[in-house]
DNA sequence: TCGTACTGTTATCTTAAAAGTAACAGTCTA
DNA sequence: TAGACTGTTACTTTTAAGATAACAGTACGA
């Protein structure tokens, strides 16, 4: 796997977190880890961006945990792709900016234009999804 | 670099060849890839794709060459997106499907559903601009 | 107050996919 | 029929993601 799956890790937890089977949906990086199935480190390491974001509460020392910081209804796909900094949709190749040929001078500028129009549409569907509504999805029996 | 720029360069070949300066917009694989910048075996496998989808002519033998297939402002992005079979914009991680945790047991579903609706979205936004719009913005002075 | 059980961070290794490279078979035409 | 293309495939290199592990920092509680 060399693509990027720590978006839907991240969602993954988010959304174990609202579901929060639980202590009241207090749970430590350990038991997050076995759930999403991932490693603990790279967990954590999630976690910390989201933390830094925002998302999520922790508290640090012994009995640490972490919860959500907001309601899940107040929690956007969008928040959480953006915490995690995913890679954008598409890459750009490079260009040494070709000599006299006029595509290669302008199409770059062109092409960016596109594909941030794209992206933003991408991100505008994903901030349509509240965590809440995964979360109750979920507790569907 | 990992990330997946055949999108990115599929669009080059096709606005250069769109744009056709020389000779009615037929090239050959090799003039495509140094005006693309990228290796002529490479340009040829996407070429190659491209062909396959029907967005561009190619002849074969002795004074070969390449040039679209329709006219540029039928073909769209969403074209090209498909034609190089570029990767789904997100990955769901896997699972091995975890024993008694609800969360786990529905999510990968939930997800889908949601990163589905994400994917189409941009593939939307993709449909809406044609190749002859970029041909158009770069043959500006 | 000290051990323990967490979080948070960093460094290093492994792996997988993308792009680069090259070689060759197939095709046509001049 | 030789030469100049396309089309395909096999192999190599590169790079970024994820796994792993080790350790520093923090707070609780016995």
Redesign the interface.
């Known amino acids: 796997?060399?693509?990027?799956?720590q978006?839907?890790?991240a969602?993954?937890m988010m959304?174990?977190l609202g579901?929060g089977?639980e202590r009241n949906g207090e749970m430590t990086s350990s038991e997050l880890a076995e759930?999403?199935?991932?490693a603990p480190s790279f967990v954590r390491r999630v976690l910390s961006k989201l933390s830094k974001a925002g998302l999520v509460q922790t508290r640090t020392g012994k009995s640490g945990a972490c919860s959500l910081a907001k309601k899940a209804k107040d929690i956007t796909?969008l928040d959480i792709y953006e915490a995690v900094e995913?890679?954008k949709?598409?890459?750009?190749?490079s260009?040494?900016n070709?000599k006299a040929?006029?595509?290669?001078c302008?199409?770059k500028h062109?092409?960016e234009?596109?594909?941030d129009?794209?992206q933003a549409?991408?991100e505008?569907?994903?901030a349509g999804?509240s965590l809440a509504e995964?979360v109750n999805?979920?507790?569907?029996p």
Request: charged share 10%; with cysteine.
């Open positions: 796997m060399a693509v990027n799956t978006f839907s890790i969602v993954h959304a174990t579901v089977c759930s999403v199935n991932a796909l995913a890679p949709a598409f890459a750009i190749h260009y040494p070709q040929c006029r595509v290669s302008n199409i062109t092409m234009k596109v594909l129009k794209t549409s991408m505008q569907s994903l999804h995964l999805e979920m507790k569907k």
